[in-house]
Every structure is written in C-alpha cells, then in structure tokens.
C-alpha cells in the first residue's frame, strides 16, 4: 500500500493516497514511517511549545532592548563610542520636531555622526561638550560646517570658544525636551553634568565614570572640588537616574545615582581620603593633550589633521 511522505503535514492525511508533488512508497517504507510519525505526533506538541516559550523570551528581550533605545517614537537617543580615545558621544532627538543634540562627538567620527544625523531625518541644532577635553580633538567645529544652523556649547568657565557659553542652571531646549545645566568642575574648571529630567538620564563628562573619576592632576584639576561637585550636584539626583559618562576603558556602558553613591571605590570615601586617593594615582601624562588642548580650545578648529584640514 502507498502513502504520501508528506501526509503527516497533510491537512486530508489520506493514507494509500499521494498529491502531485509526492510519489507512492513501499508498504515496508509506509510502515516505517507511520511508526515515525506516530512517534513525531507525541514530540510535536512538545516542541512546539519549547519553540513559542523561546519566541515569547526573544520577543521580550527585543520589546525591552527596542524600549531602551525608544521604541515607542518619544525620543531618541543613541551612545556611540569613539574606540581609540573610549570616549562615548550621545545624539537626543525629538523626533516630532526632529531637533537633535550631540553630547561630546569627535572629530575622527564625525562622518559617522553626520551620516546618522541624515538618515534619522533629523535636524542638529547643538553640538556640545562636557568640557575641554585632553584626549581627543572635539568635533563641535567640523559639525557646524556639517550643519549650518547647528551651535556649539560648553562651560563659560572653560575659556574656549563657542556659539553658546553656558553657566550653572542654563537650559538647553530641543523639541519639547530640555537638557539642565550642572556646573561639576574639579576634573577641569569648565565641567559640566547635563541633566535629562524627561527620561531620567545625566552625562556626567569625566567628573563621575563608571566606578570611577576623572584624573584631577592637571587643566586646573582639584580633588577637594570635584568631591564636592559629584556628591552635591550628581549624587543629589534622584536614585534612579542612569548616568552616561563621557568615556569608559572596561566596556561598561553606564551606571546609575544609587550604584555610585553605594560602590565608587573613590568617592564612597570622605573626602580627605577620596584627596589622598587622587594624589597618590600618579598616571602618566595624556598623550593627545598637547595636540587637543589647543583645538578644543576653539571649537576643534585648530592644527586639523590633514583629512580634515581639506575637508574645510
């Protein structure tokens, strides 16, 4: 007797039958497969229930990661990382009004910045700076050639040049977000923490990393006001805040206020011990801080590396 090789997925299962596509087997062959399919009818409804339990966790795990990244079209943010200084530039968006922010971008991936900028649609009206950096050349200058209507912005403190020079309480608007000016200087006089209130997020620059602080041994660094700075305008956010610093050299991504506050190896000290800590670090003086001082200094315009030199 024949039967259709196909028939346990037949919707008729008409043994001794077979369609067009399929052709008649051997009785014995018959018999080995009913057995067979007669053993696949008991694992089926196993595995098919070991298939939808493992779509429902991928469909979870994607809902969640989707969620994070602003699934749900109120706002955008992206953490983009710069790999040969670890520093981590953020892009905010609105995307009703399409206004966007750029926090600390570099001048080597600008081209990538740009080209994430267009293909979101989105119009930049602010690239901005924690602060002077010492180790890598800010690209705030190259953007605005980028971009025409777009600002630059930091810390009136820092001394360097740009369309905007902010000060403790400032707010920077963008849609119907604003971002809070917090002066946090003891890593260098000009820091800032931006404060996302709408989304309960702050970027912390170098005053607070992950587990960590910015160095305080040169660019007007002081141990003694970057302890005040982190545990009177940081640590006084809400516990829940996730704080995105602007660099990170152990592949951590961000923390939050309460982690900080209960984990920093440095700053959960009292602050004579949190001085001597910073003291005794003796790191090696920043490679790039001869060349990035001074372009930071006026926007990133200044002593370009070639590409860009004749890209202006």
Request: hydrophobic letters at 35%; one cysteine or more; charged letters at 25%.
């Amino acid at each position: 007797m024949a039967t259709c090789r196909a028939r346990l997925f037949c919707c008729f299962n008409i043994r001794g039958l077979h369609c067009s596509v399929n052709k008649p087997t051997s009785l014995t062959a018959a018999r080995k497969l009913q057995t067979s399919n007669e053993k696949s009818r008991v694992e089926l409804p196993r595995l098919s229930n070991l298939i939808l339990s493992q779509r429902n966790r991928n469909y979870q795990f994607f809902r969640n990661m989707s969620g994070f990244a602003g699934k749900d079209k109120d706002y955008v943010f992206r953490q983009l990382l710069e790999y040969k200084s670890f520093t981590y530039s953020y892009l905010l968006a609105d995307p009703d009004t399409k206004e966007a922010i750029l926090i600390d971008p570099v001048i080597e991936t600008v081209p990538r910045d740009t080209k994430i900028v267009k293909d979101l649609g989105l119009n930049l009206k602010y690239a901005i700076n924690t602060h002077v950096h010492a180790d890598h050349i800010t690209g705030t200058g190259f953007l605005k050639k980028q971009f025409p209507t777009c600002k630059s912005a930091i810390s009136a403190e820092s001394k360097a040049n740009a369309d905007i020079k902010l000060k403790e309480g400032d707010k920077l608007t963008f849609g119907k977000y604003e971002l809070e000016v917090r002066s946090t200087p003891g890593h260098t006089n000009g820091c800032i923490t931006y404060v996302w209130h709408d989304k309960e997020m702050a970027f912390t620059g170098d005053a607070l990393l992950v587990r960590g602080c910015g160095r305080t041994d040169f660019q007007e660094g002081n141990s003694e006001t970057l302890y005040n700075s982190v545990h009177t305008k940081i640590f006084s956010l809400p516990a829940n805040y996730t704080l995105y610093p602007a660099h990170d050299y152990t592949g951590q991504t961000s923390t939050t206020v309460a982690e900080e506050k209960m984990m920093n190896p440095r700053l959960t000290k009292s602050r004579e011990e949190f001085v001597k800590i910073m003291k005794e670090l003796n790191l090696p003086y920043p490679k790039q801080i001869d060349k990035a001082l001074p372009a930071n200094l006026v926007c990133g315009l200044y002593n370009l590396p070639e590409e860009f030199s004749q890209s202006q």
